[in-house]
């Protein structure tokens, strides 16, 4: 049986840290694992100490190229998604390797923004990212696109009863 608490870690594709952080196990459904954090909680954040001063819920799809953070204001970001290798469970920590893609629904406006591109471009080819990696990533950059204005769940309003709980 699955704990309370479970452990995301983002790398790089290079293997270096890039996100590490406990969460709350909220609730498992057809959408994925969603997960919780609170302020407060201590977190790694480009390899350096962090504290998250402001709550968020983490989507884990099932068997998906990207992860959903869903956030409440004050941040301007209400949902940013990471493209993302698909989750790779080991008991309760999920490891991801973020390939430097974001897709972003910005609050005020609602206004979906695809950031980082240039990072993906010199990641791509520092780190040598195959070119099956490379057309996965820009597909659910694509869907996430679509997707996020579109009215698609999770994006459409079903995170909000998870978001809830952290605040």
């Known amino acids: 049986m699955p704990s309370d608490m479970v ?9 270096s840290a890039h996100r590490d952080y406990p969460a709350r196990r909220l609730a498992e459904d057809d959408l994925g694992t969603w997960l919780g954090v609170t302020v ?3 977190s790694v954040y ?5 504290v998250e001063q402001i709550p968020f819920v983490l989507l884990v799809p ?7 953070m869903f956030n409440p204001p004050p941040r301007t970001s209400e949902v940013y998604c990471d493209i993302a290798t698909p989750a790779r469970w080991d008991g309760d920590t999920v490891y991801l390797v973020d390939l430097d893609l974001d897709v972003v629904r910005r609050r005020a406006t609602g206004a979906i923004e695809l950031r980082d591109e240039d990072e ?8 040598g990212y195959p070119a099956d990696l490379v057309a996965r990533a820009r597909e ?5 696109f679509i997707a996020l ?3 698609t769940e999770p994006f459409a309003g079903a995170y909000r009863k998870w978001l809830a709980l952290v605040l």
């Open 7 to 15: 452990r995301v870690v983002y790398r790089k594709y290079d293997g």
């Open 140 to 144: 659910a950059a694509d869907w996430l």
């Open 120 to 127: 993906f471009a010199e990641h791509r080819v520092r780190f």
């Open 40 to 42: 407060g909680t201590a």
């Open 62 to 68: 099932h068997d998906a190229w990207w992860t959903g």
């Open 149 to 151: 204005g579109d009215g």
């Open 46 to 50: 480009h390899g350096r100490p962090s």
